[in-house]
């Protein structure tokens, strides 16, 4: 391999890792902003209809039974958030 080659092959690497860390960037704000939604609903008292009321309680249900595989698998159906971000919110339920 040759010093193109290989100098093709690091900016390659660089590209990925710099988009990977903004899609790390922007999922941290989306889970924030979606904390913030969900305390301005509270406050406003405004209410879930109510699939999604279910489907969010079927979730704390299986975090509480220690069932984090499925809580992820349920969350990623509710939401279609990715696995990366389904994992973290999960996470911040137990």
Same mark, same amino acid.
């Given at each position: #391999?040759?010093? +193109? /080659?290989?100098? &093709? +092959?690091?900016? %390659?690497?660089?590209? $990925?890792?710099?988009?990977?860390?903004? &899609?790390?960037?922007?999922?941290?704000? &989306?889970? @924030? #902003? /979606?904390?913030? &939604?969900? %305390? $301005?609903?509270?406050?406003?008292?405004?209410?879930?209809?109510?699939?999604? @009321?279910?489907?969010?309680?079927?979730?704390?249900?299986? +975090?509480?039974?220690?069932?984090?595989?499925?809580? $992820?698998?349920?969350?990623?159906?509710?939401?279609?958030?990715? %696995?990366?971000?389904?994992?973290?919110?999960?996470?911040? #339920? +137990?």
């Amino acid at each position: #391999m040759g010093i +193109v /080659e290989l100098l &093709l +092959v690091l900016g %390659l690497f660089a590209g $990925i890792w710099s988009v990977q860390s903004r &899609l790390s960037g922007m999922d941290r704000r &989306l889970v @924030r #902003m /979606e904390r913030q &939604l969900a %305390l $301005i609903a509270d406050r406003l008292g405004l209410e879930e209809p109510d699939g999604q @009321r279910a489907q969010r309680e079927r979730v704390e249900a299986l +975090v509480r039974e220690g069932k984090q595989v499925a809580a $992820i698998r349920a969350y990623r159906e509710m939401t279609g958030a990715g %696995l990366k971000e389904a994992k973290d919110a999960v996470d911040r #339920m +137990v």
